[in-house]
């Protein structure tokens, strides 16, 4: 089955086409990088998905179904912001998302106890999940809304930006956790990055957003100086050293629209 | 003290208001909208006073206006946000519309320091039952709502995409929350609901890490603090409403000097 089918979508955000007629499929099971400069429509591809922005043309398919609010099969890990509630503890926190969307009391019987215990051990989370939200590492906070993200067995992992704001040791802590987590439980993850050197050793495939349009396929195939060139509609460069990428501009400068795969 | 009627009641009353600011006040500050609670029982104050004025209870004119003020706060959510310019200048010109009526009901001045101050001695058994329907609509309310409003609190984005009305989730909260403040605002009159409502529950967030805990916690100290500056205010002759606010900030203080 398909993780994802997308026929001909336009996503309309504020009037602006961030997504203009874009096809795709991507079938079940693999790591894929959803990497692209700022505003280029990662957030929105992947509220799309999870059916909270509606296509303004085309249509979006998910596992075989089409998109919508409430999929169970889907694990979203939004772009973390602020902590609301540093003061409370991680464990709480995580359990919030059991059931949450029913009415009435939050009651956690023992399924759903062993449910979050499995997902923190999942992260290896379990010991930090006793501590309060605000005495957590950046990187400590990624690993829990992780396990919120893998609760109730998702089959398609959709994360949003995972990376930012972590230094590049924790980065890659956090790639090969993902990593580890997609192969053994056989997800398919969607992990948009700024960057796509922290991800390059795992990506199955990226998927390459700019300009309104998309590329799929492998690395080798979509980081090249012609296919970016379309999508950004100006001369890109790509340079190959050793085992890092680095995206130039046409005219020399380094990085595009604050954008550089260093 | 409680051969006394006057006693027996206000200790119910207490009782029932403080299980009610306890619970609510703890998601109010689960949330960071104090704010708006104190908003809405100055918003209050006015409609207390024109009740007086057409010469209808002052708590019922109380509860029709904070909750209509928290329907609107709560549609209009995160716009209101940043607006704290805004939502000051609609609270003075609350507040100064209060003072307007009750310059033209100039019979009454102590029925004006009772809405900004309190007055739990003064209770009747017709305003402790109107107190008891209240409070129980109100945690009724939130029984309703606690689960996926904890989640729209601390996942607001991972709440949006399973489901969860964030709208209207807001707009049933501070409804709920307008309920407590009227109820609050007869222990401790308008100007102080903050005591009784925010106190105990980020005392109780100092204390513990657990949500469960902590919502107990916040309802457990509330009671005390009621019923403790209740009690003070009999064997002092002072008035109950500054023994509640000193018991809350005592308790808030010495909670930050524990850690």
């Known amino acids: 089955m398909n993780a ?17 007629h874009v096809s795709l ?55 973390t912001r602020t902590t609301t509630a540093p003061a409370l503890r991680g464990r709480d926190f995580v ?25 923190l051990d999942l992260v290896g989370a379990a010991t930090l999940a006793d501590r309060p939200l605000g005495d957590l590492s950046g990187g400590e906070r990624q690993r829990l809304l992780l396990a919120q993200a893998l609760l109730g067995h998702p089959r398609l992992l959709l994360l949003d930006e995972p990376l930012m704001s972590l230094d590049p040791h924790r980065q890659a802590v956090v790639v090969s956790l993902v990593h580890d987590l997609q192969r053994s439980l056989g997800l398919t993850v969607l992990f948009s990055a700024h960057d796509l050197n922290p991800l390059l050793g795992v990506m199955d495939q990226v998927l390459y957003l700019g300009g309104g349009h998309a590329a799929l396929g492998p690395v080798a195939d979509v980081i090249t100086g012609p296919v970016l060139s379309r999508l950004y509609g100006s001369a890109i460069e790509v340079i190959r050293l050793g085992e890092r990428i680095f ?16 | 003290m409680f051969e006394y009627d006057f006693m027996r009641s206000a200790f119910a009353a207490a009782t029932i208001v403080a299980v009610v600011s306890g619970c609510v006040g703890y998601f109010l500050v689960l949330r960071g909208q104090t704010f708006a609670g104190h908003a809405l029982s100055h918003v209050g104050f006015t409609g207390a006073t024109g009740a007086v004025l057409i010469g209808v209870s002052p708590l019922w004119g109380l509860v029709a206006v904070t909750v209509l003020g928290g329907i609107v706060m709560g549609s209009l959510g995160e716009r209101l946000q940043q607006r704290d310019v805004a939502i000051g200048m609609v609270l003075s010109a609350a ?3 209060g003072l307007l009526f009750l310059h033209f009901f100039t019979a009454y001045a102590s029925q004006a320091t009772a809405l900004l101050f309190g007055n739990v001695m003064g209770v009747d058994a017709a ?14 309310g939130l029984a309703v709502i606690a689960r996926p409003l904890i989640f729209a609190t601390l996942q607001p984005e991972l709440a949006e995409a399973r489901g969860v009305n964030l709208r209207a989730l807001s707009v049933l909260f501070l409804a709920i929350v307008a309920l407590a403040v009227a109820e609050c605002a007869q222990i401790v009159g308008v100007l102080l609901v903050f005591t009784l409502m925010v106190g105990p529950a980020a005392t109780a967030q100092r204390l513990t890490a657990r949500l469960g805990r902590g919502l107990v916690l916040a309802t457990a100290l509330a009671l005390a603090e009621a019923w403790g500056g209740i009690a003070l205010s009999y064997v002092t002759d002072w008035p109950s409403t500054f023994w509640i606010t000193a018991l809350s900030t005592a308790i808030y203080l010495a909670a930050l000097a524990r850690k």
Request: hydrophobic residues 45%; proline residues 7%; charged residues 15%.
């Open chain 2, 95 to 97: 507040l100064g519309l």
């Open chain 2, 127 to 140: 305003t402790l039952w109107s107190l008891l329907a209240l409070g129980v609509l109100s945690l009724a």
């Open chain 1, 95 to 119: 359990a919030a998302a059991v059931n949450g969307e029913r009415w009435g009391m939050p009651r956690l019987g023992p399924d759903a106890q062993r449910e979050i215990d499995r997902v």
């Open chain 1, 25 to 79: 499929t991507l079938p079940e099971g693999g790591f894929v990088g959803v990497l692209g400069p700022n505003g280029a429509g990662k957030t929105t591809l992947m509220r799309a998905l999870l059916g909270l922005v509606p296509p303004h043309a085309g249509r979006i398919a998910v596992l075989g179904a089409p998109a919508r609010r409430g999929n169970p099969a889907i694990g979203y890990m939004p772009q």
């Open chain 1, 247 to 262: 995206v130039l501009s046409g005219d020399g400068q380094l990085g595009l629209e604050g954008h550089c795969h260093v």
């Open chain 1, 4 to 20: 994802i089918e997308l026929s001909g979508v336009t996503l309309r955000l504020g009037g602006r086409d961030v997504l203009h």
